[in-house]
């Protein structure tokens, strides 16, 4: 697999020229180690968070290869030291149970140092996992030990084309190399999946000439492009602090809007060789200047960056450009009233999930509609005259109300019934669909049991991010501050929903008069009880991802800020074996 042919008898002697002088190729050794013979330690870690510095390690996984061949594995669950977020247990089905007997950090980290002494690390997205391990090294006082590291996602960014695989996910390549392990987000998996991917690589750069580990090293150095160096003078001057980079054009048009907490050093990477993102070199081409708009920390610049996107719609950007497309379910305003998938928001306090994808939409609807006999037909429908019916009725899968087989006042009920299945308690729902899952798996039916238990999943998650976007809305004024990195806080005054009003305390400084005097400053936001629109959804989910973060102390609530005991968000997570995407479209828009 690492094999590179030679020319010739193999001697590596030419013919002789003037004087009688033969030419002798170079060992392969003067350029580096030959691939066959480098010891590569694939790693792969799952943790708490994405931020080395503020989350922990719950397992590592790592498998050591050499020519080709598996010659050690290393797996084990690592203690955090803090709660796992349930959005991660879903995600890797790592729980705080699991790791509650785990060894720590620092018990595990000696023995991975030595697992991998002398290897060269690989991994995907080796930024992260490198990073992690740096961080663990800091905090228990570790050297680290600096081995050669690899990244599969750069490698496979020179080396597959578009056409071939549509990103360059883990899972993506791992099915393009025919991995006979599918990435699962469980360490020791994917470290497997990514040998795979690893040798497939090696395989394509050798017809690069790639056949050492220094050709290696070099080969996924990428090279800026010339318009990369000939527009490096955009990121001069900029500010250190957080805040929003707006790259324009020369008719002053926003081209793209990025957020950081360190805004100079983000915007020099788009013109480095890391920036293979071509969508972003095309922006390059067309970006004279480069506007910056300061924060106090970085939840201000998040929100001001969701914001400047939604408005601006910048070309270049893909995320939160379209809170306008979002959906919302809700009853139709009709004597028969039915679920409906809209763009448009509902007015304030009346039932709806939302937003969400349509998709998801149309899911949660499915699951409703699979537990209550609430109709499903588009026709409107008169109190006054009879309608054909449809096969749903035949089945008893509807009420009939075409047929008048139930009366206005008793279709209400049923009526009122989705409708506190959207802003109340899901058991009626889930209990419903459980039965008719368990019916389905008893009759041996997976594939229809399968989809009623990712409707029902997409339901609940819908309406557990629904009903917990409104709760906070509700809450009215809150004030939060979180530690800020260096000392002091990062202090934010929500109202409604909306981030009113930002600051970050110096160092060792009482922050009660700088949180005293940020209140009468801060924007003046109409009082909500109820999402108003997917833009105003989105920065509640943005605010509440930020106060969940265990750093984030609460100084103030002004109103009642609770959760009902009977609401969706103890539902939330609660259907087995449900791995829908529905999950991340809650945060990732």
């Known amino acids: 697999m690492y094999r590179r042919g030679v020319s010739g008898d193999g001697s590596g002697e030419g013919p002789a020229g003037d004087g009688g002088a033969g030419f002798t190729q170079p060992a392969l050794d003067s350029f580096g180690t030959p691939l066959r013979e480098v010891t590569f330690c694939v790693v792969d870690l799952e943790t708490t968070g994405l931020a080395a510095d503020a989350c922990g390690i719950t397992e590592i996984g790592a498998v050591k290869v050499k020519g080709g061949e598996v010659v ?19 995600l890797t089905g790592i729980t ?5 007997d785990a060894p720590g950090i620092e018990a595990v980290l000696p023995m991975f ?22 961080h663990a090294c800091e905090l228990t006082d570790t050297r680290w030990p600096r081995p050669p590291v690899v990244d599969t996602v750069v490698l496979a960014r020179r080396l597959t084309e578009k056409s071939e695989v549509p990103n360059r996910r883990l899972g993506t390549l791992a099915r393009l190399f025919g991995s006979p392990v599918t990435p699962n987000h469980r360490a020791l998996d994917d470290a497997r999946a990514t040998v795979t991917v690893l040798h497939g690589l090696i395989e394509r750069a050798s017809g690069h000439g790639v056949v050492t580990d220094a050709e290696l090293a070099e080969f996924c150095r990428a090279i800026p492009s010339e318009l990369q160096r000939r527009k490096r003078h955009l990121a001069d001057g900029l500010p250190q602090g957080p805040g929003v980079y707006i790259f324009r054009d020369a008719d002053d048009r926003a081209l793209y809007i990025g957020v950081s907490v360190n805004v100079a050093s983000r915007v020099r990477s788009y013109f480095s060789a890391a920036e293979q993102r071509r969508r972003l070199r095309d922006m390059l081409a067309s970006a004279e200047r480069v506007e910056v708009v300061e924060c106090a920390h970085r939840l201000e610049a998040g929100v001001a960056e969701l914001r400047l996107i939604a408005g601006g719609k910048p070309p270049y950007n893909r995320a939160a450009k379209f809170p306008e497309h979002r959906s919302w379910v809700r009853l139709t305003d009709e004597p028969y009233p039915r679920l409906q998938v809209s763009r448009k928001p509902p007015e304030p306090g009346t039932p709806r999930l939302g937003p969400a994808s349509g998709t998801q939409a149309q899911a949660a609807i499915s699951a409703i509609e699979a537990a209550l006999p609430i109709r499903s037909c588009r026709t409107r429908l008169s109190p006054k005259r009879t309608s054909p019916t449809c096969v749903l009725g035949e089945i008893g899968k509807c009420a009939e109300p075409c047929r008048h087989t139930v009366t206005v006042e008793e279709y209400a009920a049923l009526a009122e019934r989705a409708a506190r299945a959207m802003d109340g308690d899901p058991a009626p729902i889930a209990e419903a669909v459980g039965e008719r899952l368990a019916e389905l ?12 238990r990712d409707e029902l999943g997409a339901y609940l998650a819908l309406a557990a991010s629904s009903q917990r976007v409104r709760n906070f809305v509700a809450a009215g004024e809150l004030v939060a501050a979180g530690r800020a990195k260096g000392g002091g806080w990062e ?28 209140r009468e400053t801060s924007r003046v936001v ?5 999402v108003l629109d997917a833009a105003h959804a989105a920065e509640s989910r943005l605010l509440l991802d930020w106060l969940a973060k265990p750093e984030v102390r609460l100084v103030l609530v002004e109103g009642t800020w609770a959760s009902p005991l009977t609401g969706a968000e103890r539902w939330d997570g609660a259907v087995p074996g449900d791995r829908s995407p529905w999950r991340r479209d809650q945060s990732t828009w």
């Not at 050690?72 to 879903?90: A, K, M, Q």
């Not at 705080?96 to 509650?100: I, K, S």
């Not at 009759?443 to 989809?451: K, L, N, P, Q, T």
């Not at 929500?494 to 005097?517: F, N």
């Open 96 to 100: 705080d149970e699991m790791v509650a």
């Open 113 to 134: 140092l030595e697992f991998a002494q002398g290897a060269t690390l690989v991994a995907h997205n080796a930024g992260f996992d490198v990073g992690f391990l740096r």
């Open 441 to 452: 798996a008893g009759s041996e039916r997976f594939e229809a049991a399968a989809e009623r």
């Open 491 to 518: 202090v934010a005054v929500i109202r409604s929903g909306i981030l009113a009003g930002a600051v970050k305390t110096p160092p060792r400084a009482d922050p009660m008069p700088y949180i005293a005097k940020l």
């Open 72 to 90: 050690g594995e290393f797996s084990t669950l690592v203690n955090p030291g803090e709660p796992i977020d349930p959005r991660v247990t879903r």
């Open 526 to 530: 109409a009082p909500a009880t109820d």
